[in-house]
T-cell receptor, first 112, second 113 residues
Framework: AQTVTQSQPEMSVQEAETVTLSCTYD???????LFWYKQPPSRQMILVIR??????QNATENRFSVNFQKAAKSFSLKISDSQLGDTAMYFC?????????FGAGTRLTVKP | NAGVTQTPKFQVLKTGQSMTLQCAQD?????MYWYRQDPGMGLRLIYY???????DKGEVPNGYNVSRLNKREFSLRLESAAPSQTSVYFC????????????FGPGTRLTVT
């Protein structure tokens, strides 16, 4: 079974600074998909970024980028120019054949 | 488009009672999912439906049943609720089950006393 580990239960960052959230996963598969989801206090799950395992290029979405290290099974999220609205729980997720597995999450607080 | 909608938003049940959580999507997605989220944990997949007419077990299916009523609707039933089923339940959908990101509903907070 696939497992996803987020080793940082909580993190904080000053507004406008950069923060990196860590994620590692365990799988024997070669083709899969990785995601970062954001869950603000409203509880709504919002997709931040996705990465296909067969692509070597790291995905980027505006202020959000990933560092995907397939051999190391690592998938970290970098948030640049942090904003107060980035305060949320962040979940890393692994998907293979529709079966999505989530990590336990990292609570990020952006301080003014 | 409303996206993914769930009813009810909140529910309190007594142990042994039954209920059905409803989910609908208006994005013409093929695949739908049910998750539960417990405090301090990520979402865990209960069941999913890759396409209309099919359902498969996820990570934690025990105590639940599902019905893919049509392409739009996917319901989750608790036949005999237990306190261990107290959780927040999320429904999600995606265009295809194997490759696409999932879009989530707002969640249902269920308490079983």
């Amino acid at each position: 079974a696939q497992t996803v580990t987020q080793s940082q239960p909580e993190m904080s960052v000053q507004e406008a600074e950069t923060v990196t959230l860590s994620c590692t996963y365990d799988t024997s598969e070669s083709n899969y998909y990785l995601f970062w989801y954001k869950q603000p206090p409203s509880r709504q799950m919002i997709l931040v970024i996705r990465q296909e395992a067969y692509k070597q290029q790291n995905a980027t979405e505006n202020r959000f980028s990933v560092n995907f290290q397939k051999a190391a099974k690592s998938f970290s999220l970098k948030i640049s120019d942090s904003q107060l609205g980035d305060t949320a729980m962040y979940f890393c997720a692994f998907m293979k054949r529709g079966d999505m597995r989530f990590g336990a999450g990292t609570r990020l607080t952006v301080k003014p | 488009n409303a996206g993914v909608t769930q009813t009810p938003k909140f529910q309190v049940l007594k142990t042994g009672q039954s209920m059905t959580l409803q989910c609908a999507q208006d994005m013409n997605h093929n695949s739908m999912y049910w998750y539960r989220q417990d405090p301090g944990m990520g979402l865990r997949l209960i069941y999913y439906s890759a396409s209309e007419g099919t359902t498969d077990k996820g990570e934690v299916p025990n105590g639940y049943n599902v019905s893919r009523l049509n392409k739009r609707e996917f319901s989750l039933r608790l036949e005999s609720a237990a306190p261990s089923q107290t959780s927040v339940y999320f429904c999600a959908s995606s265009v295809r089950d194997r490759v696409d990101e999932q879009y989530f509903g707002p969640g249902t907070r269920l308490t079983v006393t």
